[in-house]
């Protein structure tokens, strides 16, 4: 098919070629003068030169002969025609011929004209037996070439190359020898299409992208046909359970000094030193009537908690104080949360926040049984002696002749990469100068696998912070709202790294980066508690009776959360119950914790996909119990936190080395550490 574009330039050539048939015959053009205008080979110059030569030979010196023996084809005619001057070939195909009418065949038109028509209709035969630039008469045939060589020309023309591979000639074709490049040559199969690259390259792209569509489907439907995957997203089950005398086997003991970048005023000991001194030990006690703790029956209102309710109604009720306090300073809002405390400070107040109903009538509340009194997670009274027992490990240290105090640090055996681990207090390390920890960490690839500080306290604070230590790109700016109870801890007065001059700009500790420069040296991402701000560590968790501290590490549901509880009593049910029961031999009796029965967090820290803080910066941490004095943190802070001791003792490693009677309340006094891990259940993401 033709569209009127090509009909034109048909039309065109064909009145042109027959204007010219009038006019007397041209003498013979110089071919020799044309090829000279060529930009091609010598041999192929001198190919064309001579097949043309013999050709216009032929059609002027002798009209009448039949050259097809000269030109070896028997199934070709070449003739001239007198009347135009020019010549054309003519066989069962058709007519096609030469015009010379325009000028001199020069040596590109002649080699455009050739190739085209070989390329253009195989059965043509070689390029060199069939030349066309015109016709003397119109066929489909000559059409085709009429339009295929003025195409090629244009394209030569608007800078193409004209430059096409030679093509082996007839004779060579029929005895088989492929020409210059050695290869045997054929014509394309009569009804093959020739494409051109563009189009094969753009084929070849949408087929790969088809491929590709195709085995993503294909993907797709197998994970369908297997099913959601494996991930740890099921039922905590309990993983270790750290008490008494097995406590020490589920950790070495590291001894030597303190790490450079701590650089306490300790020096850590093995375990036969510290039991040879006696800083470490277990100890079983009777529970007293004082370190009892409430439990009613079950179904009774007045002992089930919502702890939703409550931590919920503790964030409006503080809301409407810190809206009060509009246009103050931040005091006023710490302020407001110490009377947000205040507002549920005694125990019968709380239970009215906490029980379910109420409005219920005092009189029928009476008519229930009272609650008993029992440990909160008592030994198991095997031999039915009736006596409740509870049994604790104790560690602390001790004074030396050359100042720093011998200590202890344990590191765990095992490594995590997530986990609910919960620690059962009943005193911790306090007084100024102390610095102990409950955390986790690689400590060999710090800060690049993170660190963890689940119960960290220095001197005199009393507030429970958890804190993440991280490298770049670990933000907490992205927590959903009225997902925590606490807040975070703050960073002012950062010295400018260049002036010195202190940046009073206040900001939230929410960078976990340690070397985050709006921040202090390795400060981290700091939750704060508020819920129970000033009695949820050291000397007030101590008079307390201790407390339960959780960690949540939890990649797969993508946050890690921190909850403390103090005294006993305020430990929710499903956490006390799982605590009581995770040494039961039968399994199935077995209490799993469910962090959704504990109301909120005063931590939340987005990790994993989605968040701002990818879960590969928390990974393959062990567990790390010690307790350190003085050092980077503790020794820093002497002045601040200890203003009547730094009357006497100028630094804190002179303070501690003078060993005083402060001191002794510096020991860990722990019920267990407990570490679940979530069941791997089918599930998609």
């Given at each position: 098919m033709f569209s009127p574009d090509d009909e034109h330039e048909r039309t065109s050539l064909l009145a042109s070629s027959s204007s010219s048939s009038s006019t007397a015959p041209r003498p013979r053009p110089d071919v020799a003068s044309s090829l000279r205008r060529s930009t091609m080979t010598s041999n192929e110059i001198r190919a064309i030169k001579s097949r043309a030569d013999r050709l216009v030979e032929d059609c002027l010196d002798d009209d009448d002969d039949d050259s097809r023996g000269a030109l070896g084809r028997a199934d070709?005619?070449?003739?001239?025609?007198?009347?135009?001057?020019?010549?054309?070939?003519?066989d069962e195909l058709g007519e096609v011929g030469v015009d010379h009418d325009d000028g001199p065949v020069s040596a590109e038109d002649l080699e455009m004209l050739s190739r085209t028509v070989a390329v253009i209709w195989p059965g043509l035969g070689d390029a060199g037996d069939r030349i066309a630039e015109g016709s003397t008469s119109s066929s489909p045939l000559s059409d085709r070439v009429h339009l295929s060589t003025i195409r090629l020309r244009d394209s030569v023309r608007r800078g193409g190359s004209g430059r096409l591979p030679r093509l082996p000639s007839h004779a060579e074709i029929e005895k088989g020898d492929g020409g210059e490049e050695g290869a045997k040559w054929t014509s394309p199969p009569p009804g093959m299409v020739m494409l051109p690259p563009r189009v094969i390259c753009t084929l070849v792209i949408a087929v790969f992208v088809l491929t590709l569509i195709v085995a993503a489907l294909l993907l797709g439907l197998g994970a369908l046909a297997a099913g959601p995957p494996l991930q740890p997203v099921g039922e905590y089950r309990i993983l270790e359970v750290q008490e008494g005398d097995d406590f020490w086997s589920y950790y070495d003991f590291y001894a030597g000094k303190d790490s450079a970048g701590s650089n306490g005023f300790i020096t850590y000991v093995s375990r036969d030193v510290g039991e040879r001194e006696g800083i470490i030990d277990v100890v079983t006690e009777v529970v007293p009537e004082r370190r009892m703790i409430e439990i009613y029956e079950d179904g009774d209102v007045r002992g089930e908690v919502d702890w939703m309710a409550e931590d919920l109604a503790f964030l409006d009720q503080l809301s409407r104080l810190k809206a009060e306090n509009i246009g103050k300073n931040a005091s006023s809002a710490a302020g407001a949360t110490k009377r947000a405390n205040e507002g549920e400070s005694t125990a019968e107040e709380r239970k009215k926040v906490a029980t379910k109903d109420t409005l219920r009538d005092q009189d029928a509340m009476s008519d229930s049984p009272p609650p008993r009194l029992e440990p909160f997670n008592p030994d198991d009274d095997s031999n039915n002696t009736g006596i409740s027992t509870e049994t604790f490990v104790i560690i602390s240290s001790s004074p030396t002749p050359e100042g720093p105090r011998n200590s202890i640090r344990l590191e765990g055996l095992r490594r995590f990469n997530r986990g609910l681990f919960i620690i059962d207090l009943r005193h911790m390390p306090a007084g100024c100068g102390t610095w102990p920890a409950f955390w986790l960490t690689d400590e060999a690839n710090w800060p690049v696998n993170g660190e963890i500080d689940i119960v960290e306290g220095v001197s005199y604070q009393d507030t429970a912070k958890t804190a993440l230590h991280a490298t770049k790109e670990c933000l907490m700016d992205d927590v959903p709202e009225g997902s925590k109870t606490g807040s975070w801890d703050t960073a002012v007065g950062i010295p400018n790294k260049k002036t010195g001059i202190p940046d009073m700009t206040f900001r939230y500790a929410q960078n976990c980066f340690v070397y985050d420069p709006h921040q202090w040296i390795n400060q981290g991402c700091v939750a704060t508690d508020v819920k129970l701000e000033g009695r949820s560590l050291g000397v007030p968790l101590n008079a307390n009776g201790g407390g339960v501290y959780a960690l949540e590490w939890d990649p797969a549901n993508r946050h890690i959360r921190t909850w403390v509880f103090s005294p006993h009593g305020r430990v929710p049910s499903n956490l006390r119950d799982a605590l009581r029961t995770a040494t039961n031999a039968d399994v199935e009796t077995r209490v799993a914790p469910d962090t959704n029965q504990w109301g909120l967090p005063y931590g939340y820290f987005p990790i994993g996909d989605g968040t701002n803080c990818p879960a590969s910066h928390f990974r393959n941490m062990r567990l790390v119990i010690n307790l350190a004095f003085c050092g980077s943190v503790a020794g820093n802070r002497y002045f601040m936190d200890c203003p009547q001791q730094f009357k006497?003792?100028?630094?804190?490693?002179?303070?501690?080395?003078?060993?005083?009677?402060?001191?002794?309340?510096?020991?860990w006094k722990i019920r267990g550490v407990y570490v679940y891990e979530r069941a791997w259940e089918r599930q998609w993401s």
């Amino acid at each position: 098919m033709f569209s009127p574009d090509d009909e034109h330039e048909r039309t065109s050539l064909l009145a042109s070629s027959s204007s010219s048939s009038s006019t007397a015959p041209r003498p013979r053009p110089d071919v020799a003068s044309s090829l000279r205008r060529s930009t091609m080979t010598s041999n192929e110059i001198r190919a064309i030169k001579s097949r043309a030569d013999r050709l216009v030979e032929d059609c002027l010196d002798d009209d009448d002969d039949d050259s097809r023996g000269a030109l070896g084809r028997a199934d070709v005619d070449y003739e001239c025609d007198d009347a135009s001057g020019g010549m054309f070939a003519r066989d069962e195909l058709g007519e096609v011929g030469v015009d010379h009418d325009d000028g001199p065949v020069s040596a590109e038109d002649l080699e455009m004209l050739s190739r085209t028509v070989a390329v253009i209709w195989p059965g043509l035969g070689d390029a060199g037996d069939r030349i066309a630039e015109g016709s003397t008469s119109s066929s489909p045939l000559s059409d085709r070439v009429h339009l295929s060589t003025i195409r090629l020309r244009d394209s030569v023309r608007r800078g193409g190359s004209g430059r096409l591979p030679r093509l082996p000639s007839h004779a060579e074709i029929e005895k088989g020898d492929g020409g210059e490049e050695g290869a045997k040559w054929t014509s394309p199969p009569p009804g093959m299409v020739m494409l051109p690259p563009r189009v094969i390259c753009t084929l070849v792209i949408a087929v790969f992208v088809l491929t590709l569509i195709v085995a993503a489907l294909l993907l797709g439907l197998g994970a369908l046909a297997a099913g959601p995957p494996l991930q740890p997203v099921g039922e905590y089950r309990i993983l270790e359970v750290q008490e008494g005398d097995d406590f020490w086997s589920y950790y070495d003991f590291y001894a030597g000094k303190d790490s450079a970048g701590s650089n306490g005023f300790i020096t850590y000991v093995s375990r036969d030193v510290g039991e040879r001194e006696g800083i470490i030990d277990v100890v079983t006690e009777v529970v007293p009537e004082r370190r009892m703790i409430e439990i009613y029956e079950d179904g009774d209102v007045r002992g089930e908690v919502d702890w939703m309710a409550e931590d919920l109604a503790f964030l409006d009720q503080l809301s409407r104080l810190k809206a009060e306090n509009i246009g103050k300073n931040a005091s006023s809002a710490a302020g407001a949360t110490k009377r947000a405390n205040e507002g549920e400070s005694t125990a019968e107040e709380r239970k009215k926040v906490a029980t379910k109903d109420t409005l219920r009538d005092q009189d029928a509340m009476s008519d229930s049984p009272p609650p008993r009194l029992e440990p909160f997670n008592p030994d198991d009274d095997s031999n039915n002696t009736g006596i409740s027992t509870e049994t604790f490990v104790i560690i602390s240290s001790s004074p030396t002749p050359e100042g720093p105090r011998n200590s202890i640090r344990l590191e765990g055996l095992r490594r995590f990469n997530r986990g609910l681990f919960i620690i059962d207090l009943r005193h911790m390390p306090a007084g100024c100068g102390t610095w102990p920890a409950f955390w986790l960490t690689d400590e060999a690839n710090w800060p690049v696998n993170g660190e963890i500080d689940i119960v960290e306290g220095v001197s005199y604070q009393d507030t429970a912070k958890t804190a993440l230590h991280a490298t770049k790109e670990c933000l907490m700016d992205d927590v959903p709202e009225g997902s925590k109870t606490g807040s975070w801890d703050t960073a002012v007065g950062i010295p400018n790294k260049k002036t010195g001059i202190p940046d009073m700009t206040f900001r939230y500790a929410q960078n976990c980066f340690v070397y985050d420069p709006h921040q202090w040296i390795n400060q981290g991402c700091v939750a704060t508690d508020v819920k129970l701000e000033g009695r949820s560590l050291g000397v007030p968790l101590n008079a307390n009776g201790g407390g339960v501290y959780a960690l949540e590490w939890d990649p797969a549901n993508r946050h890690i959360r921190t909850w403390v509880f103090s005294p006993h009593g305020r430990v929710p049910s499903n956490l006390r119950d799982a605590l009581r029961t995770a040494t039961n031999a039968d399994v199935e009796t077995r209490v799993a914790p469910d962090t959704n029965q504990w109301g909120l967090p005063y931590g939340y820290f987005p990790i994993g996909d989605g968040t701002n803080c990818p879960a590969s910066h928390f990974r393959n941490m062990r567990l790390v119990i010690n307790l350190a004095f003085c050092g980077s943190v503790a020794g820093n802070r002497y002045f601040m936190d200890c203003p009547q001791q730094f009357k006497k003792f100028k630094t804190c490693n002179e303070w501690v080395a003078s060993n005083p009677d402060e001191l002794k309340e510096a020991y860990w006094k722990i019920r267990g550490v407990y570490v679940y891990e979530r069941a791997w259940e089918r599930q998609w993401s």
